[in-house]
């Protein structure tokens, strides 16, 4: 059965930081690009990073350049989250998607399998 599993959420106070973690069961993270994907309620999906297999090429979300930094660990089947300097903006649902890396990535194009998320809040 596949699973993909988001953990790492938190209540936390702006300026915190936050390192979310997607792991999988059922198969090897290692051979998906994977993205992460914010939601807040009453607004679509948001893609806010991308990363292909390998970690060599990783997209964000211009807002979040310079205080997200996604990466992966391959040996451990794992993709990581950091999060820094949150902001209010920042808090929602993240979830994780796995699929075919593509330059759409952040769209969602090609990630086939997503996990049921894990909730950000940011108080000030």
């Known amino acids: 059965q596949y699973k993909v599993m988001e953990s790492g959420g938190d209540s936390v106070q702006s300026g915190g930081s936050l390192r979310l973690s997607c792991a999988a069961s059922?198969?090897?993270?290692?051979?998906?690009?994977v993205g992460w994907f914010r939601q807040v309620p009453g607004k679509d999906r948001v893609g806010v990073a991308c990363i292909n297999t390998r970690g060599d090429d990783i997209q964000y979300l211009n807002s979040v350049k310079g205080r997200f930094t996604i990466s992966r660990d391959n040996a451990k089947n794992l993709v990581f989250l950091e999060i820094n300097g949150l902001k209010e903006e920042d808090a929602g649902v993240y979830y994780c998607a796995l699929g075919r890396y593509s330059e759409n990535c952040l769209v969602g194009t090609g990630l086939d399998y997503w996990g049921k998320g894990t909730q950000v809040t940011v108080s000030s």
């Open positions: 059922g198969f090897t993270v290692s051979v998906y690009g």
